[in-house]
């Protein structure tokens, strides 16, 4: 009887310290109160289901540090990670990375093969890089390059306008010289074939 | 009274017309310079903002220091597809013959630190194979052609800072990108001594040169 005690007792400390998130723990809950059932997104916040976990991490870096300083994240996401630290911060991250990812599909179908030609080639004319060069084949990411296939349109549409209008991500992304070349049309065409990407 | 009025009139039309084609020749100087700058913003949002490669998707090699003549070969290579690389054709085929020189001169002229992040454990041994070749298997010393401190010379590229993931992909991809099709490519020279490299081997000798400056 008192083996029995002891054993449970154990295996209740070890359930507690092992970072599986199963029945969604607070700190869990705290994010896809905004980011969706499930983390697949949900209005202006994106899908971090499937997003890469070394990614979501520089992502929680840049908040905290103020260097991603586009509004929503100024307004909900400066705040949201002040007090998340980094070892919270980094099993979530890799909880989220776990989780199937669903597309957005609700990019406008007519502009998708136009966008999925941009995605690859560029425009070489107007000195339009590849997406695919950093972004990878299906729109994966890799590393702490984003998994932009299946985000929302609305989304994909206002980051990428956001770093024509000066805004950052981080110290190092070449997004804003990647987007200040991208007209009103490139960018609808572009977030309306990722949206759709499996 | 009249002639003299008559001349300055031709003269003041020829000094008018003089000073518009001079205006002309600069305004095309300066639209040719803007293209280039835009055109080297355009590489070096993929190769690293010193040229000094990155790692996307694919890994970026590094432009910086490389050897113009190597650029400019490359760069029609992958226009006639001796070269598979889908990214670089799409780049390549809209650059003009005069812009590539002033592209692959711009390159030549920079010199920022190796890209770095190779493994540190097998740079001995990849010192070796670069200084003395592997003669059991039939590679020539790397130093031979690509010189002493890996800097290259004319066609032969420039390997001192090559980003580690690149050079890696070259020497183990070898036979799928380089030497395509039944023209005649300098690439060739590689071919026999990529195959005869074991995959440890490639990676050492690719971690000795990432780290030449």
């Known amino acids: 009887m008192k083996r029995i005690g002891l054993k449970i007792a154990i295996m209740a400390i070890l359930a507690s310290a092992a970072p599986s998130w199963a029945g969604e723990s607070p700190a869990v809950r705290n994010c896809t109160w905004c980011h969706g059932t499930g983390a697949q997104g949900y209005t202006v916040a994106p899908r971090l289901a499937g997003q890469r976990p070394q990614y979501i991490m520089s992502q929680i870096r840049s908040f905290r540090e103020h260097a991603r300083d586009n509004p929503f994240s100024k307004q909900y996401m400066w705040s949201a990670v002040a007090a998340l630290d980094p070892h919270t911060a980094r099993d979530l991250a890799e909880y989220f990375a776990t989780i199937p990812p669903k597309a957005a599909n609700d990019g406008d179908n007519t502009l998708a093969s136009r966008g999925r030609t941009i995605y690859l080639e560029g425009i070489p004319e107007a000195n339009i890089v590849s997406c695919y060069a950093c972004h990878g084949p299906n729109a994966e990411g890799v590393r702490d390059i984003p998994r932009l296939g299946g985000l929302a349109y609305f989304y994909l549409k206002g980051r990428l306008e956001q770093w024509g209008q000066g805004y950052h991500s981080g110290p190092e992304s070449p997004m804003p010289m990647v987007a200040r070349h991208l007209g009103p049309d490139e960018i609808e065409a572009l977030a309306s074939y990722l949206s759709f990407v499996k | 009274m009249k002639a003299v009025g008559l001349r300055q009139t031709l003269l003041t039309a020829a000094l008018a017309l003089g000073f518009s084609a001079i205006g002309h020749a600069q305004d095309m100087v300066v639209h040719a310079k803007g293209a280039l700058e835009a055109k080297l ?57 005069s812009i590539m020189t002033a592209l692959a001169t711009h390159f030549r002229g920079l010199n920022p630190k190796p890209f770095g992040g190779a493994p540190r454990g097998s740079i001995a041994a990849g010192k070796r194979i670069y200084e003395e070749g592997l003669p059991e298997s039939n590679v020539p010393a790397c130093s031979a052609c690509h010189g002493a401190e890996g800097k290259g010379q004319n066609e032969i590229p420039r390997l001192a800072g090559q980003v580690y993931a690149y050079t890696v992909g070259q020497l183990t991809g070898w036979k799928t990108e380089r030497g395509q099709g039944s023209a005649v490519d300098t690439s060739a020279i590689m071919a026999p001594t990529a195959h005869n490299l074991t995959r440890s081997q490639v990676e050492a000798v690719a971690a000795y040169v990432s780290n030449l400056q």
């Open chain 2, 41 to 97: 913003e355009y590489c070096k949002t993929c190769h690293g903002l010193s040229g000094q490669g990155y790692l996307g998707y694919f890994p970026m090699p590094r432009l910086a220091g490389q050897q113009p003549e190597y650029i400019e070969a490359q760069l029609r290579a992958f226009i006639e597809r001796r070269r598979t690389n889908p990214i670089m054709f799409n780049v390549a085929h809209v650059l003009s013959p």
